[in-house]
């Protein structure tokens, strides 16, 4: 197909020995599939159960990210809903200090959270709304946390929210009293966010191992654990793409290591439970932890089997947000018998898809930042039997009469350790082979 002229450096094909340019801001013209700073900053901390989220900014805002992830809660119930300030053309004109204070003691002295985070909007940049003294000043007088967060979207993408919110949560793990001695055999959890309650799956694997689990950031979040994740041994982190600068931060400030991890698919469930049994375990732990992948594997493998035999042979893309997810995604659907032949992520970085490349076969199409054009024109000339992505990349599938599968943060079914890989296997099988499509034919082009 043809690409935009400054789009020709972000897509290659695995083998053609060119690298991708990844990074960049998406190019004038082409719709991209990416979100804003706002949203990212939201996706992160929006897990965060005890802590009041305020948007100040339009309602639009606010709107458009209530509930923007299928986080579960085991207790509070505050992050479901969604405030704003409600900026209109008086406080654009005069400025939102005052609306946006008014709002945080009505709340706060409605909701009593734990803390909160006022997430600054687009309007809010352009007209120079002071939030951080705000924010200040209101912390004073409620003696809780207020953390202004600088999201303003027009800053950047997706990535730079996901910076902005890092910073606020180590504002908040900063504060005095917080964090202590490290804690024996213990982990935080880092970049889950508790989708359909995958952060209470892993967190249940590692305690059968004999390891605590001191934070989960942000999944099921509490401002309290949040506070004393700093007292953990060792960080696994598992959405690079959001949390690793957090991560890199902590092991600066605080001396603790950490351990990029998947637990989506088998392979890399189990790699991740084996390596944090190495880092903070001993004996005991590692025959825990074999005894317990052993298990978990001869439970699940005679379904993949059966469901196996459908999927030889067909052949897959995937668009997702991180480049880490991509790998699991591969590696899960190499089990399962299928081939990837499109792969691309929205915050990728050079070096994962160089990474990316080496575990796919020749010739599949690795692409940066893509568009709704470029996607369509890739799932027909790869003649592609299954498309995995996020909501906004539902209706390209659709269109062209091919399965789907949502692995984004608007489902409500888990997809992570070894019980999610069954889910996802069948999910996938279910979509691949529905009779549907023989009343849909498909339009195809060219390979």
């Known amino acids: 197909m043809d690409l935009l002229t400054d789009r020709q450096g972000s897509v290659a094909r695995a083998g053609d020995g060119r690298a991708i340019v990844a990074g960049r801001r998406s190019v004038a013209g082409s719709v991209s599939q990416r979100a804003c700073t706002f949203c ?7 897990p965060i159960a005890d802590a009041l989220h305020l948007v100040h900014g339009p309602v639009g805002c606010a709107g458009y990210t209530w509930d923007i992830r299928g986080a579960l809660s085991s207790g509070p119930q505050l992050h479901r809903l969604s405030f704003s300030t409600d900026m209109r053309e008086q ?18 002295g409605r909701h009593r959270p734990a803390c909160a985070f006022v997430y600054a909007t687009c309007i809010v940049g352009v007209i120079g709304d002071d939030v951080g003294a705000v924010c200040r000043t209101i912390e004073a007088e409620t003696g809780i946390p207020v953390i202004p967060v600088a999201s303003e979207g027009f800053k950047g993408t997706k990535k ?4 902005a919110a890092c910073g606020a949560l180590l504002d908040l793990m900063g504060r005095p009293g917080a964090g202590g001695p490290t804690i024996p055999k213990s982990v935080n959890i ?8 995958e952060s209470w799956l892993i967190r249940s694997y590692l305690e059968r191992m004999g390891i605590e689990v001191v934070a989960c950031l942000t999944g099921d979040g509490r401002v309290d654990d949040i506070q004393r994740a700093p007292r953990a041994a060792l960080n696994l982190v598992q959405c690079a793409g959001s949390m690793t600068r957090l991560a890199k931060a902590m092991r600066d400030r605080w001396n603790i290591p950490f351990e990029q991890v998947s637990f989506i698919g088998l392979e890399d469930t189990a790699a991740a439970l084996y390596k944090a049994a190495e880092l903070v375990g001993d004996a005991d732990t590692l025959a825990r932890t074999r005894e317990l992948v052993r298990s978990e594997m001869a439970a699940v493998k005679p379904e993949l089997a059966r469901l196996r035999t459908d999927l030889e042979g067909r052949r897959a893309a995937l668009y997702v947000g991180g480049a880490f997810k991509a790998f699991s995604l591969v590696r899960a659907l190499r089990q399962l018998g299928m081939r990837t032949v499109m792969a691309g992520t929205q915050t990728g ?3 994962d898809y160089e990474h990316l490349k080496s575990l796919v ?3 599949t199409i690795i692409a940066d930042d893509t568009n709704p054009l470029e996607l369509a024109a890739f799932l027909q000339s790869e003649r592609v039997d299954l498309f995995i992505g996020g909501v ?3 209706p390209i599938a659709y269109k062209l009469g091919i399965g789907f599968c949502d692995h984004n943060h608007e489902r409500k079914i888990g997809l992570a350790g070894f019980a999610g890989m069954v889910s996802f296997a069948r999910e996938v099988h279910a979509t691949v082979t529905s009779p549907v499509w023989s009343l849909m034919p498909r339009q195809r082009v060219a390979p």
């Open 40 to 46: 990212g900053s939201r996706v992160v901390l929006y």
């Open 91 to 108: 406080e654009v004109i005069r400025g939102g200090e005052k609306s946006l204070a008014h709002a945080l003691r009505v709340l706060i």
């Open 160 to 163: 730079d929210g996901y910076a």
């Open 190 to 197: 880092v970049g889950d966010f508790n989708v359909a309650g």
């Open 349 to 351: 970085g050079g070096d």
């Open 361 to 363: 076969d020749p010739d």
């Open 392 to 394: 906004k990349e539902r």
